[in-house]
């Protein structure tokens, strides 16, 4: 682990601000930001893309003031990006802010992302070539057959990396097949070894820990709010640029259920419904991924975010 940058004199770890939708992660990390004089480092699967400011939440530019963001706009709408692909653009940048001096601050809710930060997971095959030769081949046999035959290969190969892939991931699926494919073991005990590495800094992550139904009550104003901000006209986009419907865009929650409207199958009001619907599912997911973190997320109560950034601050001393 490497810890050999003056910021590291005043801090012994890096905050890493997560959790579900809607739990106001944003204006905490951006209030410990402008307390410590640190640089927010985007950890969402959606942000990335460019143009999908509303139904993904990205800051404002009133909020963002003159905090230095990383990692949100850096892609073209249906262009894949692997949890490999953040880790490798992550990294780099967080090393560059703490050889200026300054505290990275880490916030977004996409755990993989954030696990492969915290336990040093090395999503890479070493063997590139072998790789996009397996992927080929995969995505072959998908187009011939679908992904069925596929996910039950991986349940029966590797059933442990298969319970937390959604049968319908097909980038997934073939991803796990693919790296088994190339090293001659399977996923699983491929992150299993990689953990051994640890990782690259240490980091601390912190979760506002909200009673359930308050939470789902602040999802179901922020669908709101986001559909009179301009959701629908981020979905005519995506359809004016012709996105794939495979695509991790039309895929995310907000998008899927704008097409549906746009193509005259539902009323706004009932996509904005299951908009609502879908969002506390993920959010869901999200609490069960970080509490199956344990230990290693301390749990804050909410609470005005210069008071939780101040203990935030504190606990990463």
Known sequence: MNSSFPIFEKYSFIPV??????????????????????????????????????GTAKDTKEEIGDVPHYLTDIIEPGTDFSVYDYVSAALPVIRDILERGKLPVVCGGTGQYISSLLYGLDYGTGDEEAEIEATKELEEEFSKYGIELLYKRLEEEDPEAAKGIHPNN??????????????????SEKNRRSKLTGPEYPFKVFMIDWDREILYDRINKRVGIMIDNG???????????????????????????????????????????????????????????????????????????AVNAGKVLEMCK
């Open 17 to 54: 601000i997560a959790g579900p939708t809607a739990s106001g992660k944003s204006a905490l990390a951006l209030e410990i930001c402008r307390t410590a004089g640190g640089e927010l480092v985007c950890a969402d699967s959606m942000q990335i893309y460019k143009g999908l400011d509303v």
């Open 170 to 187: 097909t980038r997934r699926v073939i991803r796990a097949l693919a790296v088994q494919k190339a090293l001659g073991i399977t996923f």
């Open 231 to 305: 959701l629908v006209d981020e979905a005519k986009m995506l359809l004016g640029k012709n996105v794939d419907r495979t695509s991790t865009c039309w895929q995310a929650i907000g998008y899927k259920e704008m097409l549906n409207y746009l193509e005259g199958k539902e009323t706004l009001e009932q996509a904005a419904d299951r908009i609502r619907i879908g969002t506390r599912h993920y959010a869901k997911r999200q609490l069960t991924w970080f509490r199956n973190m344990g230990e290693d997320v301390s749990l804050i109560k909410p609470d005005d975010p």
